[in-house]
């Protein structure tokens, strides 16, 4: 009983903070960091798959209050390069989460997939599936969603440069009149989500107040909102409370 009252109050608080949300000031590109997914599965006295699958399926529920609020990308980072260092056993089936979690997208309708992240860094059936899934959804309208798979915001940075210096040698361009040249934008062009809006706000859920390297170069200047919630937990109501805060901020662009 004290569970359905509790319910009935989130969802009436819900309705009140979406009623009062400014959608002038919503943010056009938001990043999210889904961090807590094995902490939820131990307090819940769940597996870690459990809790990754828990992770998975909460996405489309984002994707939807995002759709609702006029969202424009949505970057979701579900596998960093640091990840790769876990063991086998929980790697292995957080692959294929992955995997099912990317044809879902893919096969909803509504969504564009776009892979951010080195490629070739992840099995190659990974890699397939990734692929598919952008050319199946690529052209759509809709919210674009950044799958962030085998990413590290150093790494991304690295990869810019290398592409960048591919280009102009292959232009002829030798290394000093690269470096004479050389300005923001010639690397922000060989980013990941060159041509898309830099995220306006980050998300990070389970109460770590930190990036760990996730889109280093592009939130500069993005507003951060840090959710206590593990990211199965993560509701409507919390993802309004986001939008809410990041509204009233006065963003100064570094002035």
């Given at each position: 009983m004290k569970a359905k009252l509790r319910d009935l109050v989130v969802r009436a608080y819900s309705r009140r903070v979406e009623g009062r949300l400014d959608h002038t000031h919503v943010p056009a590109h938001i990043g999210v960091i889904l961090d807590g997914n094995r902490r939820w599965a131990k307090a819940s006295g769940g597996t870690t798959e459990q809790?990754?699958?828990a992770g998975a399926e909460k996405i489309q529920e984002l994707l939807t209050w995002c759709a609702e609020t006029d969202?424009?990308?949505?970057?979701?980072?579900?596998?960093?390069?640091?990840?790769?260092?876990?063991?086998?056993?929980?790697?292995?089936?957080?692959?294929?989460?992955?995997?099912?979690?990317?044809?879902?997208?893919?096969?909803?309708?509504?969504?564009?997939?776009?892979?951010?992240?080195?490629?070739?860094?992840?099995p190659d059936h990974t890699q397939r599936v990734?692929?598919?899934?952008?050319?199946?959804?690529?052209?759509?309208?809709?919210?674009?969603?950044?799958?962030?798979?085998?990413?590290?915001?150093?790494?991304?940075?690295?990869?810019?440069?290398?592409?960048?210096?591919?280009?102009?040698?292959?232009?002829?361009?030798?290394?000093d009149e690269l470096a004479e040249t050389l300005e923001v934008r010639d690397i922000a062009q060989h980013l990941y989500t060159s041509g898309q809006p830099d995220p306006d706000l980050v998300i990070r859920t389970s109460g770590e107040q930190r990036l760990s390297g996730f889109m280093l170069w592009q939130s500069a200047h993005s507003e951060y909102y840090f959710c206590d919630v593990f990211w199965p937990a993560f509701r409507k109501v919390d993802f309004l409370r986001a939008l809410r805060d990041y509204a009233v901020r006065h963003r100064r662009y570094g002035s």
């Amino acid at each position: 009983m004290k569970a359905k009252l509790r319910d009935l109050v989130v969802r009436a608080y819900s309705r009140r903070v979406e009623g009062r949300l400014d959608h002038t000031h919503v943010p056009a590109h938001i990043g999210v960091i889904l961090d807590g997914n094995r902490r939820w599965a131990k307090a819940s006295g769940g597996t870690t798959e459990q809790g990754h699958r828990a992770g998975a399926e909460k996405i489309q529920e984002l994707l939807t209050w995002c759709a609702e609020t006029d969202v424009r990308v949505v970057t979701l980072w579900l596998l960093s390069t640091d990840n790769f260092d876990r063991p086998a056993e929980e790697l292995t089936p957080l692959l294929g989460i992955i995997e099912d979690t990317v044809r879902d997208l893919a096969n909803d309708g509504r969504w564009r997939v776009h892979h951010v992240g080195t490629l070739d860094l992840l099995p190659d059936h990974t890699q397939r599936v990734i692929k598919e899934a952008e050319e199946q959804a690529g052209d759509r309208e809709g919210i674009l969603v950044n799958v962030a798979v085998g990413y590290g915001g150093r790494q991304e940075i690295a990869d810019a440069v290398r592409s960048l210096l591919a280009e102009r040698a292959a232009q002829g361009a030798t290394l000093d009149e690269l470096a004479e040249t050389l300005e923001v934008r010639d690397i922000a062009q060989h980013l990941y989500t060159s041509g898309q809006p830099d995220p306006d706000l980050v998300i990070r859920t389970s109460g770590e107040q930190r990036l760990s390297g996730f889109m280093l170069w592009q939130s500069a200047h993005s507003e951060y909102y840090f959710c206590d919630v593990f990211w199965p937990a993560f509701r409507k109501v919390d993802f309004l409370r986001a939008l809410r805060d990041y509204a009233v901020r006065h963003r100064r662009y570094g002035s």
